[in-house]
């Protein structure tokens, strides 16, 4: 018998099975959009419970395909979900499943790169920075292809404090290729630290919550899956915009397996790069003959407190482009130049 004057929570209706669904549309994973679908509920459900309490929320999931988390979502009596996806094959699927929540599902078929989320919740949803996070999430499986990119692009967000922080300190779960999540989340001197450790550490608590193995995604990706968890901070870690955290972060894990002082030195053009070297080195306190990975928060905070205030000195060090440089040298004007490039691994 019901509890008198309790709300029933909703519940989706008998649908068909999402390996149903993909039959009945005929559907397909793209192999060039890195597609891969999650058909166990049981799994679903346990991305979905990464985010927390979501009774009467106001969640966006990214990239729902045939709908295995979204029904995983419906299912946790949220009170709004928005649908952005990409790939129009998955809109009549996701469309039945609107029809059996009524009032609850709004689909957008767009590209989440470029959908602006200012305007994707209620203005009354928005709190204060320094209060509680609100009661948005954004969730999904990402396609491996968009990840690294769109958490770049979220973080710069959180920096701004616009897109879908615009509403406060919105909460996110994600999935990532399980080697992406251990970058996101690696600590100082682990084997996997970088670029994508500090940009997200330093804006975000990031949790790497499970592993979900490979077998389970149709088709069966060569990777194991990460879901990670992120809470923006009150305050950054590293006081400074984010175009230049980043360009730092960005030059040090360059030359990841030399000294850090190597990567600190493409901050400046060749004419004054060792003098400007050391006094950056010197003034920010950090020792030139540490690893990238040793380096800590808060050696990259003085680092890019110190190139803050030496780009305030010269106006035109922000913008100097070390591999414009090299370009130019390696001209057919330049043919004797052959210094060659790390590239960074975090890609």
């Known amino acids: 018998m019901a509890v008198p004057g309790k709300v029933a929570a909703f519940r989706l209706p008998p649908l068909p099975t999402i390996g149903e669904i993909i039959k009945l549309f005929r559907l397909r994973a793209q192999k060039q959009l890195s597609q891969n679908f999650l058909l166990d509920l049981r799994l679903t459900d346990k991305i979905v419970r990464q985010a927390g309490e979501l009774t009467n929320a106001h969640v966006c999931e990214v990239g729902p395909g045939p709908g295995g988390i979204t029904r995983s979502i419906l299912n946790a009596d949220v009170a709004q979900l928005l649908l952005v996806e990409k790939d129009a094959r998955f809109i009549p699927g996701l469309k039945m499943l609107s029809e059996a929540a009524p009032r609850k599902v709004r ?59 615009f509403y406060g300190r919105t909460q996110m779960t994600l999935t990532f290729q399980k080697e992406v999540g251990e970058r996101l989340t690696a600590k100082t ?29 149709v088709p069966q990706p060569q990777v194991d899956v990460a879901v990670v968890h992120f809470t923006p901070l009150v305050q950054p870690k590293i006081q400074q915009p984010f175009k230049l955290v980043e360009k730092v972060v960005q030059s040090v894990f360059q030359f990841r397996r030399k000294y850090c002082c190597r990567g600190i030195e493409i901050l400046f053009p060749e004419r004054e790069r060792l003098k400007k070297t050391e006094q950056l080195m010197m003034t ?64």
């Open 284 to 347: 920010a306190d950090v020792d030139p003959t540490l690893r990238p990975v040793q380096l800590s928060m808060s050696h990259f905070s003085n680092l890019c407190n110190v190139y803050r205030k030496m780009c305030d000195e010269d106006p035109n060090l922000f913008a100097y482009n070390y591999r414009e440089e090299l370009r130019q040298k390696r001209s057919p004007k330049n043919t004797s130049y052959s210094e060659q490039i790390e590239e960074e691994e975090d890609e």
């Open 107 to 165: 689909i957008v078929h767009g590209d989440i790169l470029t959908y602006k989320m200012e305007k994707a919740f209620p203005e009354h949803l928005k709190k204060n920075w320094e209060d509680e996070p609100p009661n948005i999430h954004i969730i999904g499986n990402l396609p491996f292809s968009v990840s690294t990119p769109l958490i770049i692009k979220w973080l710069e967000n959180v920096s701004n404090r616009d897109g879908p922080f």
């Open 189 to 217: 001197g682990g084997r996997q630290r970088s670029r994508l450790s500090i940009m997200s550490q330093h804006l975000c608590s990031v949790e790497n919550c499970f592993v979900i193995p490979g077998q389970a995604f």
